[in-house]
């Protein structure tokens, strides 16, 4: 459990200010000052810098906050389990992801778990990617679902995974068949596209670019579901999901995935991070080790590049 002086210092950064800090701990403003100088008296330093509009943490400051929130964290899990353990109230498993994993693979995934353990709560909360890094440094989330183009920083690592793009199509397609099509295929027809800032939207534009070739953008969505129907309507449509996505899609929609040979499509990766230094509640850490179990059966082996073959 926090000290005072901890959780003095955590209220301090939450509201900003002394003043903001002590209307929450029901204090006086003089009660938190003193305990913040008691903190910097015992590191030597000073953790916040004092502004006109309130207080802002000195690099020093962040360093401690982390370390604070990390130590809250656990406490607060570590009484979650006690809990769990008696049998009263539920655990709560905090969870964020882009639309790839939000939309199917995860609440399936979650009511599979929930039929082992209907005591387990979950919240899950569809973001993208840098709002989901950010999350989990904070800890707002104990697990963070996202595909990136670039290694994680700042976090905990728990599974990494170099994902294919797929370009999907409705059965009777002319591309059927032809197996793997390339970018200079599919710029012969209608595409279907995520928005911009995704990070298949951004590899998918950066590859076009690199080949030098320039593919019809018909259809524009932040939604996957939009995606599907459109390529399920549009004459002759393409679209590109990674190939987690498509498996499940798949299945439900009776679309088929076509293999791209243009390598540059594939530098995407799956990552999915938890808060550095810090250990994941237990009923935490069995769904997360259910997920990537999942992720390995329905993808099979990673895909390798030719050239490293």
Known sequence: MLSTAFRYFLEVVEAGSLTGAALRLHVAPSAVSRMIRKLEDEYDTALFERHGRGMVLTEAGEILATSAKRSQLEAEHARTDITDLRKVGKRLIRISANQAFGMELLPTL??????????????????RATEIHRRIQDGEDDIGFYYSLKPAEGVNLQYSRRMRVLALVKD????????????????????????????????????????????????????????????LVRENAVVFFGELTATSVLKQHGLVALPISDAELHQRHLQIITMEGRELPLSARRFLDMTIRHIEEEVGPPWVAPESR
């Open 172 to 231: 009777g397609h002319p591309l059927v068949g032809k197996a793997p099509v390339s970018l200079e295929d599919i710029s012969a027809y209608p595409i279907g596209q995520m928005s911009a800032g995704t990070t298949i939207r951004a590899i998918v534009d950066l590859s076009s670019m690199q080949k030098n070739v320039a593919l019809t953008t018909a259809f524009v969505s932040n939604n996957v579901t939009s995606l599907q129907n459109f390529c």
């Open 110 to 127: 979650m009511a599979h778990f929930q039929n082992a353990m209907p005591e387990v709560t979950f919240n899950l909360t569809l973001l």
